[in-house]
C-alpha cells in the first residue's frame, strides 16, 4: 500500500479480554515501531523492529505485553488480560533507515482501543 | 536515559501572530526530527535537521539546530488557523541511532 495501515481503527473491549492490533507498514522499510497515545499526552515508546535483528522491547510497560513481526512485514500487538489503564491509541510507524541514520518515520492512523 | 524535552507544553496564540517551541536533549543527537500532529490526526514528518547550526524553512516555519547539537526550535512566523496542533521533535537514541525518542509535544491553537 501506499502508507502505513492499521487495523482495526477502534476497538471496545472488556475489562480481561485480550486484544491483537495490526501494522501493515510501507513496503521496502525494514524497521517499524510501535508508540502509544494517551489522550493529550505524548508519543510513548512500546517496542521497535529492524530487519532480522532482535526486537527492542524496552518500552513495553508489562509482560501483558507482547509484539511480533513476521517475515519483516506486518506486525502484530497483543495485549493480554487488557486493563483499563491500556485505553490508549496505538500508533504504528515504519522508516527505511538510511546507513547515515537519518530517515523519517510514517504512521499509521492509529488503533484507538477503550476498555471497558 | 535519554531525555528530550519541549517547551512550551502549551501556547495560545491570535491569528498572526508569531510561535516558537523550543527542543532540548540530555545528550548530543546526531539528527532531530519535527513532526505535527493535527487534532485527531497521527504524527506526519515536516523536517530534519542534520549539521549543527542548520537552518532550514518551509515558508512560515523556520527550524534551528543548536551549535553544539542538544537543541533546536521551530518558529512560525504570522500564524494561521491551519498551524494548529501539537508539534514534536524527535531525536535518535540507541548505539546505532535506529531508535527514536519523542519530546512531549507543544500544543499550539491559534485563535482567528
Known amino acids: 500500500g501506499a502508507g502505513v495501515s492499521q487495523s482495526p481503527s477502534n476497538k471496545v473491549t472488556e475489562k480481561g479480554k485480550d486484544v491483537e492490533l495490526r501494522c501493515d507498514p510501507i513496503s521496502g522499510h525494514t524497521a517499524l515501531y510501535w508508540y502509544r497515545q494517551s489522550l493529550g499526552q505524548g508519543l510513548e515508546f512500546l517496542i521497535y523492529?529492524?530487519?532480522?535483528?532482535?526486537?527492542?522491547k524496552s518500552g513495553l510497560p508489562s509482560d501483558r505485553f507482547s509484539a511480533e513481526r513476521t517475515g519483516g512485514s506486518v506486525s502484530t500487538l497483543t495485549i493480554q488480560r487488557t486493563q483499563q489503564e491500556d485505553s490508549a491509541v496505538y500508533l504504528c510507524a515504519s522508516r527505511y533507515k538510511r546507513g547515515d541514520n537519518t530517515g523519517e518515520l510514517f504512521f499509521g492512523e492509529g488503533s484507538r482501543l477503550t476498555v471497558l | 536515559g535519554q531525555q528530550v524535552m519541549q517547551i512550551p507544553q502549551y501556547q495560545h496564540v491570535q491569528e498572526g501572530e508569531d510561535f516558537t517551541t523550543y527542543c532540548n536533549s540530555s545528550t548530543t543527537l546526531s539528527n532531530i526530527q519535527w513532526y505535527k500532529q493535527r487534532p485527531g490526526g497521527h504524527p506526519v514528518f515536516l523536517i530534519q535537521l542534520v549539521k549543527s547550526g542548520e537552518v532550514k524553512k518551509q515558508k512560515r516555519l523556520t527550524f534551528q539546530f543548536g551549535e553544539a547539537k542538544k537543541n533546536s526550535s521551530l518558529h512560525i512566523t504570522a500564524t494561521q488557523t491551519t498551524d494548529v496542533g501539537t508539534y514534536f521533535c524527535?531525536?535518535?537514541?540507541?548505539?546505532?541511532?535506529?531508535?527514536?525518542?519523542f519530546g512531549p509535544g507543544t500544543r499550539l491553537s491559534v485563535l482567528p
Open positions: 524527535a531525536g535518535p537514541i540507541g548505539n546505532y541511532g535506529q531508535n527514536f525518542v
Open positions: 523492529f529492524q530487519g532480522n535483528s532482535a526486537p527492542d
